[in-house]
């Protein structure tokens, strides 16, 4: 069933701004996407009605309880795991630096972490800092850089008996790629070693199942799929009851409410269930994880049908320099976002062109450092960034191509 992009457009108040005399395209959706009307009157309605700190005797207080425990099953829902193992926090970078410190009382200078050269900062440098605190050995898988896919055999060759962690990407933030993160979690598994996922820059792109990939933790926004600002943690039960965070004194001992350290952004808590909500009335089923799933595999769908429009258009400049799969028949293994450069200009130059025109992008790193040095872009500016999602168009892809041409 293909999506009706234009009433879906209606539902994101964002997505009417003008500029320059034109609807403004985000296709910097990478960085964020927007967020349709129902999560912004289930944020500020739980402000108006319900604002009050968890664990009180009163009737605000009580709502917050039940807010926090419906949160828990609509993420359980998304990811496909149990409202138990789930915890949240205020971003997946500030929730990974916590679980690493964690894991990193067990480490001893015989261990290794496998860190890879596809991956965002957020799941890097907290590994980084672990190997430092407790002098570990970190290794990088490296990635081929024909089409910026993960080398699974690097991965293999950083691999031995002595790795105790393998931190991946579920999809890049910066070129696309969506590795194979089921074989992945199986060949860190194989060593002996946990397998920590990103699937922040995923999420939006596809359906997740935690059981069915194996990992042994993952990390997600939601404002990455139409939600607020705030960080999921799914981690298994037995291991959220086994390892050890850091927290306060009072604070429940009890898994997953021991890894939730403070007062969490209940509003946020609240928007994060209605943007679940909202994924679940795009699909078809009985329950809300098959409505999810089906939304998911509808937007897999639609998304490389913009893929193979960009990727056409853009083959067909001489000036732009695109990075990553190009393959009209490989688009599975990537999500719609692009990294590429344009001839003669800086990435910056090409981003404040678009800006003026209301088409927004980004410039730079993104945060992924290690994949911009390796392909030697970190020193010039990085790249431009194009991301498209659920709610963009054919229409919105060929404005974006248009003004791409209009630079050569």
């Known amino acids: 069933m293909s999506i009706d992009v234009v009433a879906l457009k209606q539902q994101y108040p964002a997505l009417r701004r003008e500029v320059a005399g034109h609807p403004v395209i985000h296709a910097d959706a990478p960085g964020g996407t927007q967020v349709p009307e129902m999560v912004i009157d289930a944020m500020t309605n739980y402000l108006r009605g319900s604002n009050a700190n968890s664990g009180g005797a ?3 207080s009580e709502e917050t309880d039940a807010l926090i425990t419906g949160a828990r099953k609509a993420a359980a829902d998304l990811l496909g795991c149990s409202p138990d193992e789930v915890a949240f926090g205020w971003n997946m970078t500030t929730l990974n630096f916590a679980l690493s410190r964690a894991l990193a009382r067990n480490l001893t200078t015989d261990d290794e972490i496998v860190v890879t050269m596809l991956d ?4 890097i440098s907290p590994w980084l800092a672990v190997a430092e605190d407790t002098g570990a050995t970190v290794k990088w898988a490296d990635i081929d850089d024909s089409d910026c896919t993960l080398d699974m ?15 991946f990407t579920m999809a890049s933030n910066a070129v696309g790629t969506i590795p194979r993160a089921k074989e992945i979690t199986a060949r860190a598994h194989a060593t002996g070693a946990l397998a920590i996922a990103d699937a922040v820059h995923y999420a939006p792109h596809g359906p997740i199942d935690v059981k069915d990939i194996g990992v ?14 705030l960080g999921i943690f799914y981690a298994p039960k ?15 001992d009890e898994a997953p409410d021991r890894w939730e350290t403070g007062t969490m952004s209940h ?15 795009l699909g078809h089923g009985s329950d809300r994880r098959s409505r999810i799933t089906s939304a998911m595999a509808e937007t897999v769908q639609h998304e490389g049908g913009l893929s193979a429009r960009f990727i056409d258009a853009v083959s067909r400049m001489a000036h732009v320099k695109l990075f990553g799969i190009s393959d009209p028949g490989r688009l599975e293994e990537r999500t719609p976002t692009f990294a590429l450069t344009v001839a003669g200009k800086s990435p910056l130059e090409v981003a404040k062109r678009f800006g003026a025109e209301g088409v927004f992008v980004w410039d730079g790193n993104y945060y992924a450092l290690a994949v911009m040095e390796r392909l030697g872009l970190e020193d010039h500016g990085g790249a431009v960034r194009i991301g498209f999602c659920r709610y963009h168009s054919t229409d919105d892809v060929d404005r ?5 041409a209009a630079m050569g």
């Open 58 to 60: 009163f009737v605000t």
């Open 120 to 123: 965002h900062d957020a799941n």
């Open 153 to 167: 055999r690097s991965l293999d060759a950083a691999l031995s008996e002595r790795t105790r962690i393998v931190a």
């Open 216 to 229: 042994d933790a993952l990390l997600c926004s939601p404002y990455k799929f139409y939600g607020p600002h």
């Open 238 to 252: 037995e291991h959220l009851d086994r390892w050890r965070p850091y927290k306060v004194r009072p604070a429940s």
């Open 267 to 281: 509003e946020a808590l609240a928007g994060l269930t209605a943007c679940v909500d909202h994924l679940a009335s």
């Open 400 to 404: 974006v191509t248009e003004l791409l």
